[in-house]
């Protein structure tokens, strides 16, 4: 592609810090010429396409930051899915006005419907907003917070986990919380309402919730804040986890070679 642009242009690209350009600079220059375009329509368009290559760039790096799944993403839903959902809602959900107004969103419904697939996604349209994002299993944030008390830094970590703009928690209230842990589900919820958004997926209703905290009292406090703030998106239907199941594609034969380990950076492992 740079065979044809002056190497001059190229190297003063780059330097400028502008080498994404050069991929489409010729398409963008047969065009130009084809439409007659003025050199000023010509710059913006350049330009434009420079904006939305490092909008891009960026909104990965949220992502990728927040720890979202890239292949759960609302374009790469198997809409064939047999399942059911307000579709107003989730439209008004991926509006993003939920994060806007700091409200909060739950997301209920059996196992295996695609709650975290929809919450990521949503988690996703919020990257591409320019909103810094966080994903964490329940258990797996319990667990850090556990360990952090060890350490001296529970302060530290849960003032990344309130001041985060939206912070998507999964998996809530699959076991008992013991006392700790209620209090830390207490502060959390406490300390983002009114402030800033969460969505939460649970195979439980908000009110189940209550019988899994330690203390009845702080459990209907945290409870009572949390779902009188917060969206309703209720999903029903099968499981869409089989239609993640990896299948044999005939068309396409193994490597004659072992595939080598791809090193990836740990926050893209997956969950």
């Avoid at 398409?27 to 396409?49: C, G, P, T």
């Avoid at 295996?112 to 964490?136: D, E, L």
Wanted: charged residues 30%.
């Amino acid at each position: 592609m740079t065979a044809r642009i002056n190497p001059e242009l190229v190297s003063s690209l780059k330097r400028l810090r502008l080498g994404g350009l050069i991929e489409t600079l010729i398409e963008r220059l047969v065009i130009a010429d084809k439409q007659d375009m003025s050199f000023e329509d010509f710059l913006l368009l350049i330009l434009n396409d420079e904006i939305a290559r490092r909008d891009s760039s960026a909104a990965s790096r949220r992502a990728l930051a927040g720890h979202l799944d890239p292949n759960m993403r609302i374009e790469l839903f198997d809409k064939t899915a047999k399942i059911t959902y307000d579709k107003r809602m989730f439209n008004e959900l991926a509006s993003l006005r939920f994060i806007e107004k700091q409200k909060h969103v739950v997301v209920l419904g059996p196992v295996g419907v695609g709650k975290t697939f929809m919450a990521t996604a949503i988690g996703h349209i919020a990257c591409q907003q320019g909103y810094n994002v966080q994903f964490v299993r329940a258990d797996t944030m319990m667990r850090t917070l556990r360990q952090s008390r060890l350490d001296n830094s529970r302060e530290q970590e849960m003032l990344g986990l309130t001041s985060i703009d939206l912070l998507i928690l999964d998996d809530f209230a699959l076991e008992p919380m013991n006392k700790e842990e209620s209090r830390d589900i207490y502060q959390l919820f406490l300390e983002r309402t009114g402030r800033a958004s969460m969505i939460v997926t649970s195979n439980r209703d908000t009110a189940e919730w209550i019988a899994m905290f330690d203390d009845v009292l702080l459990a209907q406090s945290a409870v009572d804040r949390f779902k009188n703030t917060a969206y309703d998106f209720v999903i029903e239907g099968e499981s869409y986890r089989p239609r993640q199941k990896p299948k044999l594609d005939t068309a396409d034969p193994p490597p004659k070679t072992p595939s080598p380990k791809v090193h990836r950076h740990p926050r893209s492992k997956k969950r």
